[in-house]
Structure formats: structure tokens, C-alpha cells
């Protein structure tokens, strides 16, 4: 900072909209010499540095039985270490609410006990010498690991940490009897002793003895089966390549096989015997992701296998476990279900783990996004190459928004030297943010550039933990160019940009942009910022990429053609906040122009949101009903769904909505159209309706059934009904429940009970509102079932958003006695973060009306 000035420069202008930054000196207070020296001490006391490396785990072999009766681990544990450099006297290992029966060390077949202290969340050994870095000993413990006691939640991405989890112990009927883990961040020393750090790596293998009838999981290979003669079975899996504690993992319940391969490599999943055929679907695109993905970075899948099981009650939606991701049971899908399968992005995310995270892992929770960053973009990677760049974009249009959404709340560092709790790193920063940056920087760089940064990275670092200039040093090596300035206001700085920008079109063969940035300057960066401006001559795209890096700054186009339509980011590749003013034919010209479906999909949503009553627009919304993306055919018939007068309005619309309703190859697409046939003319498509009712997908056939039996022209809609009273799928169940609501249907408390319990995540979201109005509008005798049902949820769902759904279901009984002061005590107990935000403005505006 010496040779710099406290004044931030800024282009010379007499323009009105000039920013000028001030010092930070002028626009904050100035601080005591006490708040100095207090602020310089939190920031040293409060760092969070990589865990110092006292040893180097090297090997870590487990032998485990369970206790399903008191949910308990009996297990021994032999762990080879080696002084990582500085001589040795005692071993400190991570073993959270143990007891310790022996701790030995192993020396030429020999056990010496050594005497220890333990705390209940760590162990210390004491040597019977000093080691140095030259030496490996072996130590081995005898424990029983009680992940029951002394739990917390952890955060709103990760819900527990327990670490290891008895799902149904007592094997009650109804739900599986399963046993799997949940390691991340530092929760798998609650079922074995180690170095639970993400910047130690070691081999491992583990033993486990389990009831004959369960298949057991764990990391690599299957080594050997072996019948006990008891009942029980003992497996023994072993990880011949080194990875971080945290991924260790097992699973052990009732689980059917899928076989699959790449390459020769097995590629398994595994999920309840009901959901084979769905999880076959569901998971029918792994070998050609893994395929897809050693070949962008030229780096094959570097592990020796890759299963993925499906189980219950998961604590968070999927952990990347090496060789061995365990999903969130949302993946149990049957046959049917499978159709419209959503989720090939979690699919391809933890698949991308086994790179980036596994085989290269962060050194400290400092540093995640160098994990989830790279997962969440290979969200973007896999559907640019299997479904194309337009709905690649949509998704990434969602992360940005995702995170600008968070945004409001917080604004953090992407690499967080200060946190709280590692927990606290799970957020949209770590995940969507980083995401968007590498886009960024991939845009910027170029694709032959970007891989192959990433390709040298993963070589350079492969079985090792990283920071973040590890990736910034690997880009410079490969391109030559110093990236100090990217990686600083991107992953070491909070915030955004927001532009506000304007073009000149007074000459339209070399528009003028100014643009200005328009962050607070105290707390955010002067951003440096490659972006592009795009244009379009006689139907061919034209692009020029400029930089901003002042707070106001003027480019001359000199795009020589005469042009009316130029578009500023036009692919939405800028995690930025734009601000200008775009009027009616700015967006109909962006709509018949563009080549990009993210900027048609724009247009057309400012178009229908802001001038779906002007002249010209109706008749861009009906040519998007044609249009080649998906997404723009689903926005126009919103759009007509909103104004129900273009109906009427513009000729032929009607037979191109049934069309889409028979024949578009995207089923949500097909549900819209229904949905606006039943607003068109219900009666004369009632036959229509009967037919897709019984069509494979479950979109086509839950918006038929609405369709049906909302016409109480139907004189059979209660036979119709009764068909599907048994279905589970969350779609059917809507329609049911939506018309059992608007006839007032007594005598159908059990079923709406029933099916509450049978969902799970999103469908039990989406089904408490049905759940509640019923019971508070029609069995209003039943109501005491559905205010202990709801109030029983919104204490113990996993899923914090389905708490608060239940929790403001409770609010259609609020003036029942009792019901308020219940409330309270749900919020008090609430833990969750955004739970509890959520609950408290619920509350506290009931009471505010009382």
C-alpha cells in the first residue's frame, strides 16, 4: 500500500453520473488506537488456519459391529502414523463421544498399553519415547462409539453430526432398517478414531460384521465375504489409494445391485428392491458422465470404482464419498417416476467430487469452494454437452440468482478465513457464486486455456490438498498471464458488481456504452471486468469483448454496420447485478434476433411481466410457442395462462396448444398445455383428459387428472378419483387432494394422513398446504390429528424448509386453544438459521395483528 494513493482514480468526465471513491478514511469513522488493537487481535485469535500437522495418517484399518438396540459402534482401530516432521511424544487423534476400552501400540507383534487422557471429543496417547519423522508406529483402539450423544445441527446444507446414522434399529414395519455415515466436515470421528481434517490423506480399509440379510458399501473394493456361522457376515473393503478422513464411508441395509461399467470399470448403484427399474433410469447416465468427464479435463476417473446408493432420512442431499456417493432418498424413484427424472445434476455434481475434493481436496474449510465450486459447474458442463447451451444457461442463470438471493443476507469472502464453524461454509458463496466465477473465468480464458489450467492442476496436485493460489498458480503456469487480479475480487473479496449502463444509438455505425459501477466501494472491490457486447447483421452474430476497471468509463463500438439492437452480457455471463432501461422493442428485437435461448428467454419474460397488454407482444408470445428451447415454449403458454384474452386474440393459438399438449417432446411442456386446455374449453377436451391421465409421465398425467376433475361437468369425477387413491406419486396426489378440498369431501382424514406420511422432502412440502386447508376447512372434527401431525413435523423433519411448512400449516388452527403457545415453543426449540427467520416473521406477524 506504500505506493499507492488513497484516492481511487476515475476516467475524466463532465458526465452527472460520475462516481468518485472517496478514501476509506472519509467514508468511515475513525477508529481508536483500543478499536485498532481489539480488531488486529480478533483477526489473529479468530483465523482459522489449516490444522497443523503434528502426524501424517497414513493407514487407517477398521473393525466394526453394531449395536442396533442402543444405536451404538463397537469397533477396533489400528492407524499407522509417522511424525510429519517435528519429533514426536504424543499422539492426539479426534474421537468424539467414545468410550475407550485400550489403547495400544503395536511394535513387532506386540501390544504395549499406554496410558491416555481423553475429553470425550479428543484422545492423547503418551509415547513411551520420542519419534521422529523417520519412524512409523502403529497404535490401535479398542472403543464403542455413541453417535447418539451430544448432537447438534450442524448447518442448513449438513442437518446433524451424528456422523454414522441408525436408520429404523428396531426394524418396525414400513421403513428399511439401514445404517449409513455422513463424515463432512469433521463428523467421522464420531464412528472411528482419526485425524479428521481435510488436509490429511490416508489408505483404508474396514471390516464389518452385519446380519447375513444386508449388503454392506464402503469405499474401493470388496476384498472378501466371509459367513460366520452365526447369522452374520463379515466384508472387508479396502481403499488402496490415499484419501481424506472425511470421506471414509459405509452404508448396510437391504439393497438390490445395479450392474453397470465404463471403461471396464464396474459403475453400481444401489437402492431399495422396489425402486430397481427406477434407479436403473435414474442413474442410467453415470458411465457416459464419467466418459464425458475424463475426457474434458484429461484426467480419467482415477479411482478403481463408483457406486451409488440411495438411502433414508439423509441429513443433507448427497456426500461425495470416495468411489461411494450416498444420495438423499428423493433419488428413490420407480419405473414411472424415472421418466421425468431431474436429477442428472446431483448426479454429475458428486461425480465431479472424485476430481475435484477427492482426488485433489482442499487443505481447511477455508478454502470449500475449491471443491463445490468446481461441482457446481459441472452441473453447467454436463447439460451444455447432453442437453445443449440453452438450458446449460438457464441453470446458470439460477445459480447466479440463487446466490444474489443470499446475497441480501450476507456477503462473505469466497475463501472465509473467518467463520465461525465449518458448517457455516455450505452456502450459496461456496456453491453458486463459485460456480458462476469459473464460467467467468472460463469465458474470459477460453476453453482450450480453461481445461487445460484444470488439467494441469488436478496433475500437479493429484492425491494432495490445495489452497486457493494453488489453482490461481496453476492457471499463470499454463496461460502465462498473472491472475492476482481475478483471483483477489473474486474468491479473497465480498460482493458483487452493479452496473448501470446506457448505449448511444445517435450513430448507429459506432455506438457509444457507458457503463459505471456502482457498489459500495467500502466494503466491495473496483471490479476489473472482461465482458462482452454482442450485436447482430443480417441474422449474423457479431461479438467484441471490452474491460471495465473504473468507475465510469465510455467504449466506442466501432461496429461500422448500422445497427439498433446491442445487447451488453447478452449470454448472462457475468455474476454482476445490471441496471439500465430497456423499452418495449429493445426486447421484441432481442427476442427475434438472438441467437442465445438465456437472452430470448429474458425478452420474452420482460415482455409478458411489462408489456403484455401492448400491441406486437401478444404475437411474439405466440411464435415462442414454437420456439426450439423448452423453457421459451413453457414461459409463453405462462403467458397466455396471464392473459387468458389472447386466446381469443390470435388465430389458430388453440390447435397449436393441443398440439403441444399431444406431442411436445418435453413433458412440463405438455402439462402447460393441458393446464390452459381446461381453461379453454374443459368440456370439449374432458375425452383428452381421460386418455393422458393414464400417459407414462407423471407431468402429463397429474395435469390431466387436475383437468378432469376440476370440470364439475364430469357427472364420474368421484369414480375417476377412487382410481388413484392408492398412487403415490406427488403429482396424482395433488389432484386429488385439490379437488377433494373444492367438493368438501368428508371422510377423508385418513387418506390425507396416509399420504402426509408417505412423503418425504419437496412432495411432503408441497402436500401440507392441501394437508392443512383440509383439515381446517372440511374435517374441521379431525383437526387435533392434523395440529399433532404438523406440529410433530415441524420439530423433527429433517428438511428445514419442510419445518416451516409445517409450521405455517399450524397457523389454520392458530385460534384453536393451545395452538399459539405451541408455536412458540416450535420456534424457541428451532435451530436452523433460516428456519428460524422464516418461523419468527410468520409469528410475529399473527401477532402484530392480535
Known amino acids: ?76 482401530a489400528v492407524l499407522t502414523l509417522k511424525p510429519y516432521f517435528f519429533p514426536q511424544k504424543t499422539v492426539v487423534l479426534d474421537a468424539k463421544d467414545f468410550e475407550i476400552h485400550a ?110 440379510k444386508y449388503r454392506t458399501l464402503s ?36 439393497f438390490v445391485e445395479i450392474k453397470d461399467s465404463w471403461d471396464g470399470m464396474p459403475v453400481n448403484y444401489y437402492v431399495e428392491p422396489e425402486f430397481e427399474k427406477g434407479g436403473k433410469i435414474v442413474f442410467q447416465n453415470t458411465p457416459e458422465m464419467i466418459a464425458y468427464f475424463s475426457s474434458l479435463l484429461g484426467v480419467p476417473y482415477p479411482w478403481s470404482h463408483y457406486n451409488q446408493v440411495v438411502v433414508r432420512d439423509f441429513v443433507t442431499g448427497a456426500m461425495e464419498n470416495t468411489t461411494l456417493t450416498i444420495f438423499m432418498e428423493e433419488l428413490n424413484l420407480n419405473e414411472r417416476e424415472a421418466i421425468d427424472s431431474e436429477w442428472d445434476g446431483i448426479i454429475a455434481h458428486e461425480l465431479f467430487h472424485q476430481w475435484f475434493g477427492d482426488y485433489v481436496t482442499t487443505e481447511s474449510w477455508a478454502n470449500l469452494t475449491l471443491n463445490e465450486a468446481f461441482a457446481t459447474y459441472s452441473e453447467y ?43 457455516d461454509m455450505f452456502d450459496s458463496h461456496s456453491y453458486a457464486k463459485g460456480g458462476a466465477i469459473l464460467h467467468m473465468l472460463r469465458r474470459h480464458l477460453g476453453d482450450e486455456a480453461f481445461f487445460k489450467s484444470l488439467n494441469h492442476y488436478l496433475k500437479k496436485h493429484a492425491f494432495q490438498s490445495v489452497e486457493v493460489h494453488d489453482l490461481r498458480i496453476a492457471f499463470e503456469e499454463v496461460t502465462g498471464l498473472d491472475l492476482n487480479w481475478f483471483f483477489n475480487q473474486w474468491f479473497l473479496a465480498s460482493g458483487h458488481p452493479i452496473l448501470e449502463y446506457e448505449v448511444d444509438y445517435s450513430q448507429e455505425d459506432n455506438l457509444l456504452l457507458t457503463v459505471s459501477q456502482r457498489q459500495d466501494f467500502s466494503t466491495t472491490p473496483l471490479y476489473r471486468i472482461p465482458f462482452k457486447v454482442s450485436w447482430y447483421v443480417n441474422g449474423e452474430r457479431r461479438e467484441k469483448e471490452l474491460v471495465i476497471d473504473k468507475a465510469w468509463q465510455q467504449f466506442a463500438i466501432e461496429n461500422g454496420e448500422p445497427v439498433d439492437l446491442l445487447m451488453v452480457d447478452e449470454a448472462v455471463d457475468l455474476l454482476a447485478v445490471k441496471k439500465t432501461s430497456r423499452g418495449k422493442q ?76 399431444e406431442n411436445d417432446p418435453k413433458n412440463t411442456v405438455r402439462l402447460g398445455a393441458i393446464e390452459l386446455l381446461s381453461v379453454m374449453d374443459a ?53 386429488l387432494a385439490g ?76 385460534d384453536q386453544p393451545g395452538v399459539l403457545d405451541l408455536a412458540k415453543e416450535i420456534y424457541a426449540q428451532e435451530k436452523d438459521p433460516l428456519a428460524k427467520r422464516y418461523e419468527e416473521m410468520f409469528l410475529s406477524q399473527y401477532l402484530d395483528e392480535k
Request: charged content about 25%; some cysteine.
Open 586 to 661: 429493445h426486447f421484441i428485437n432481442q427476442f427475434q434476433a438472438s441467437t442465445l435461448g438465456i437472452a430470448r428467454y429474458e425478452a420474452l419474460d420482460s415482455l409478458k411481466s411489462m408489456f403484455a397488454s401492448d400491441e406486437g407482444v401478444r404475437e411474439i408470445v405466440a411464435a415462442a410457442l414454437k420456439d426450439s428451447f423448452w423453457s421459451i415454449r413453457e414461459m409463453a403458454l405462462i403467458g397466455i395462462a396471464e392473459n387468458p384474452n389472447w386466446l381469443l386474440e390470435i388465430e389458430g393459438l388453440e390447435e397449436t396448444i393441443y398440439q403441444m399438449a
Open 103 to 212: 489403547f495400544g501400540l503395536l511394535e513387532e507383534g506386540r501390544s504395549t498399553e499406554l496410558n491416555f487422557y481423553y475429553n470425550e471429543r479428543k484422545v492423547t496417547a503418551y509415547l513411551p519415547k520420542s519419534y521422529s519423522a523417520n519412524d512409523t508406529i502403529q497404535v490401535r483402539i479398542k472403543y464403542t462409539a455413541f453417535p447418539n450423544k451430544n448432537t447438534t445441527a450442524a448447518g442448513s446444507a449438513i442437518t446433524d453430526t451424528k456422523g454414522i446414522y441408525f436408520v429404523n434399529p428396531q426394524s418396525k414395519p414400513g421403513k428399511p432398517t439401514q445404517i449409513w455415515t455422513q463424515g463432512e466436515t469433521e463428523y467421522n470421528s464420531k464412528w472411528f478414531p482419526t485425524i479428521d481434517s481435510p488436509n490429511e490423506r490416508a489408505t483404508q480399509e474396514i471390516k464389518m460384521t452385519v446380519d447375513s
Open 1 to 76: 500500500m506504500a505506493c499507492k494513493t488513497s484516492q481511487t482514480e476515475v476516467s475524466s468526465t463532465n458526465d452527472s453520473s460520475m462516481v468518485v471513491v472517496d478514501s476509506l478514511a472519509q467514508q468511515q469513522p475513525m477508529e481508536s488506537d483500543e478499536q485498532i488493537i481489539r480488531r488486529l487481535e480478533s483477526e489473529i485469535s479468530e483465523y482459522r488456519a489449516s490444522r497443523t500437522r503434528d502426524f501424517d495418517l497414513l493407514h487407517t484399518a477398521l473393525d466394526l459391529r453394531f449395536d442396533y438396540g442402543n444405536e451404538t459402534v463397537v469397533g477396533e
Open 219 to 254: 469405499n474401493g473394493k470388496l476384498l472378501s465375504s466371509k459367513e460366520n456361522g452365526d447369522g452374520t457376515r463379515t466384508d472387508h473393503w479396502k481403499l488402496d489409494l490415499a484419501h481424506a478422513p472425511y470421506l471414509a464411508a459405509i452404508a448396510v441395509g437391504d
Open 739 to 814: 379437488y377433494y378440498l373444492s367438493e368438501e369431501t368428508a371422510g377423508k382424514s385418513v387418506w390425507f394422513s396416509e399420504k402426509l406420511d408417505q412423503l418425504n422432502g419437496e412432495n411432503r412440502y408441497y402436500f401440507l398446504g392441501y394437508f392443512s386447508e383440509y383439515f381446517s376447512s372440511v374435517a374441521t372434527d379431525d383437526s387435533n390429528i392434523a395440529i399433532e401431525k404438523l406440529s410433530s413435523i415441524a420439530k423433527n423433519d429433517r428438511t428445514n424448509y419442510v419445518r416451516i411448512g409445517a409450521f405455517m400449516g399450524l397457523f389454520g388452527f392458530i
Open 381 to 423: 458442463l454436463w447439460y451444455e454437452y447432453k442437453n445443449g447451451r440453452d438450458e446449460a444457461d438457464l441453470h446458470h442463470v439460477s445459480e447466479i440468482e440463487t446466490y444474489l438471493d443470499e446475497a441480501e443476507v450476507k456477503q462473505e469472502d469466497l475463501i472465509r478465513f473467518y467463520h465461525d464453524k465449518p458448517d
Open 683 to 735: 368440456d370439449k377436451y374432458a375425452n383428452d383428459f381421460l386418455r393422458w391421465i393414464n400417459h407414462p409421465s407423471y407431468y402429463v398425467a397429474g395435469a390431466a387428472l387436475s383437468a378432469y376433475l376440476e370440470n364439475e361437468n364430469n357427472v364420474n369425477r368421484e369414480e375417476i378419483a377412487g382410481r388413484f387413491e392408492n398412487e403415490k406419486n406427488i403429482r396424482m396426489l395433488v389432484a
